[in-house]
């Protein structure tokens, strides 16, 4: 059931949405919840205890549960997401860079640049200036 997949196509991957229709449903259920915690606190400063704390793991199991289940771990699978976030408010916003870095959750814009252009190979400003020709 590992599953690598790219958020900035599909922050909602397959995977993700039929999860609820497998055999060990409690099991799925755990990752759902894990998932839902970190996409409704993507913009806050994350927390891992926090997550644990949601789904009654401890640190070293929820880590290892999610890695296992996601093929990425929680760090990545969040910047995946903020990313996919900060896509859409590229696309669909005039906000700054640095607006929409800490609107995406991001700690620094220098941060957020740097991931941004890891992932796509082009700064967010040159993203945004390719869209609008």
Same mark, same amino acid.
């Given at each position: 059931?590992?599953?690598? /997949?790219?958020?900035?196509?599909?922050?909602?991957? &397959?995977?993700? $949405?039929?999860? *609820?229709?497998? #055999?060990?449903?409690?099991?799925?259920?755990?990752?759902? $919840?894990? *998932?839902?915690?970190? =996409? %409704?606190? !993507? =913009?806050? %400063?994350? &927390?891992?205890?926090?997550?644990?704390?949601?789904?009654?793991?401890?640190?070293?199991?929820? #880590?290892? /549960?999610? $890695?296992?289940?996601?093929?990425?771990? *929680?760090?990545? /699978? +969040?910047?995946? !997401?903020? +990313?996919? =976030?900060?896509?859409?408010?590229?696309?669909?916003?005039?906000?700054?860079?640095?607006?929409?870095?800490? =609107?995406?959750?991001?700690?620094?814009?220098? /941060?957020?640049?740097?991931?941004? %252009?890891?992932?796509?190979?082009?700064?967010?400003?040159? !993203?945004?200036?390719?869209? $609008?020709?």
């Amino acid at each position: 059931m590992n599953v690598k /997949y790219n958020m900035l196509r599909d922050p909602f991957p &397959v995977i993700v $949405k039929n999860l *609820i229709f497998l #055999c060990d449903f409690p099991v799925h259920f755990r990752l759902l $919840k894990m *998932i839902d915690f970190l =996409q %409704k606190n !993507y =913009q806050k %400063k994350f &927390v891992l205890d926090e997550l644990c704390d949601s789904v009654n793991l401890c640190r070293s199991a929820c #880590c290892r /549960y999610f $890695k296992k289940m996601m093929n990425m771990s *929680i760090s990545d /699978y +969040l910047n995946e !997401y903020r +990313l996919s =976030q900060a896509l859409f408010l590229l696309d669909n916003t005039d906000n700054s860079v640095t607006e929409i870095a800490v =609107q995406s959750g991001f700690t620094s814009a220098s /941060y957020f640049i740097s991931k941004f %252009k890891e992932k796509t190979g082009l700064t967010p400003l040159e !993203y945004k200036m390719r869209k $609008k020709s």
